[in-house]
């Protein structure tokens, strides 16, 4: 498991189409929301595996909740 969030800003970089600058401030707000994101994501298949009455969260559990969450 990571224990600390990976730099986004390199990746921010390469996938703009032109000169971009992103702040120091503005690149832990990104690696935030990020982990925020991924936590919830983490609790929603927790959920779903539990109703499912299963001890593991597998990867069908998680496509079902991605599935969800980009509807919205």
Do not use: D, Q, W
């Not at 990104?30 to 925020?36: D, H, R």
């Not at 299963?54 to 919205?72: N, P």
């Amino acid at each position: 498991m990571l224990k600390k969030a990976p730099k986004l800003k390199y990746i921010i970089k390469t996938k703009s189409k032109g000169n971009i600058h992103v702040g120091p401030t503005s690149e832990a707000m990104i690696e935030l929301l990020t982990l925020l994101f991924l936590s919830s994501l983490a609790e929603e298949a927790k959920s779903k595996a539990f109703e499912e009455k299963s001890a593991t969260i597998r990867a069908h559990h998680l496509r079902a909740i991605s599935k969800v969450s980009s509807k919205h």
